[in-house]
């Protein structure tokens, strides 16, 4: 996972999440061309909109001067060895902060899809390679999936996050986007999944299938390992976690107090993920994770 700014020469480092920047576009490329030399060739792009560009119907979206749009174009002209995954929501773009369209304190779902549709077309016209629907909205894989077909943009594959938790642990990444403050006190439970309940997830992924998913995801990582080992077994389709941003802060905070071996409970946290089943992880750990493997630790 990768944070992308409007800009040149910038390299803000996240508080919240140690070691990991808001890159401006040249400095991005920069940095996906020293990780593929570590042999990472997968990248998830994440935009940091500044609130002047956000209004309630996210449009800049999918607005042609998108400078997330430019980029994945850049990248992919640069090192078009590198598959790129996007994030397909409305809170990065959002004046609410949520995933969706609000009205009266309330999430619209169907009015949300042909929103995340556009945002499908213009993210594939710029050359990404899986389309990431972060959302949670109901339908939206079928709707996202007819859109890209009927565009000729049959290639482009969509990895849904289907089980995606309305979890604690995503206060640092709200801060890398900036949907935080425009979140203030609100909740995504209305439309993510309650973390006590594991049934919800098997009837998610199967929906997501049969509306044209090719990858699905499992959201937050450790916590959730019951949740990767029961979707592996049942539907055995390529199964992916997210070693989301509250996880990685937990480790990395406790290594820089010295409380914890750091790369030994890195490389452990990550085999667990292997060992429930996952084919992929998405970690903020990876550049550390692929030098501590290739010096012969992992």
């Given amino acids: 996972p990768m944070f992308l700014v409007d800009g040149n020469q910038i390299k803000d ?4 999440l140690p070691g990991n920047y808001r890159w401006s576009f040249d400095l991005l490329c920069k940095e996906i061309e020293s990780s593929l030399v570590l042999g990472l060739n997968k990248f998830v792009l994440f935009p940091a909109v500044s609130d002047y560009l956000k209004d309630p119907m996210a449009s800049y979206s999918y607005a042609e001067e998108n400078f997330y749009l430019h980029a994945i174009r850049g990248v992919k002209e640069r090192f078009p060895e590198a598959v790129l995954m996007s994030d397909v929501a409305l809170d990065p773009y ?5 995933d969706g369209l609000v009205s009266n304190g309330e999430i619209l779902n169907d009015e949300t899809l042909p929103i995340l549709a556009k945002m499908s077309i213009a993210q594939a016209q710029a050359g990404i390679d899986i389309i990431g629907p972060s959302d949670m909205m109901d339908g939206r894989v079928g709707y996202i999936r007819n859109a890209l077909d009927g565009e000729g943009y049959t290639d ?3 990895m849904a996050y289907s089980a995606k938790y309305a979890s604690a642990f995503y206060g640092p990444f709200r801060d890398a986007v900036g949907s935080a403050t425009n979140l203030g006190k609100g909740s995504k439970e209305t439309y993510q999944m309650d973390p006590a309940n594991s049934d919800e997830a098997l009837r998610e992924v199967a929906l997501d299938l049969a509306e044209g998913a090719d990858m699905v995801m499992v959201k937050p990582g450790m916590p959730y390992l019951d949740i990767v080992r029961r979707v592996k077994d049942e539907f055995k389709v390529p199964t992916f976690a997210y ?7 937990m480790i990395k905070g406790a290594a820089l107090n010295g409380w914890i ?6 490389l452990e946290s990550l085999m667990a993920f292997r060992r429930a089943g996952c084919d992929g992880v998405l970690t903020y750990f990876a550049i550390e994770a692929a030098k501590a493997i290739g010096a012969g630790k992992g």
């Fill in 13 to 16: 480092e996240i508080s919240s």
């Fill in 94 to 98: 959002s004046s609410d902060g949520h």
């Fill in 156 to 158: 482009v594959s969509i």
């Fill in 243 to 249: 070693q989301v941003s509250g996880e990685y802060a």
């Fill in 261 to 266: 071996d750091g790369e030994k409970v890195m």
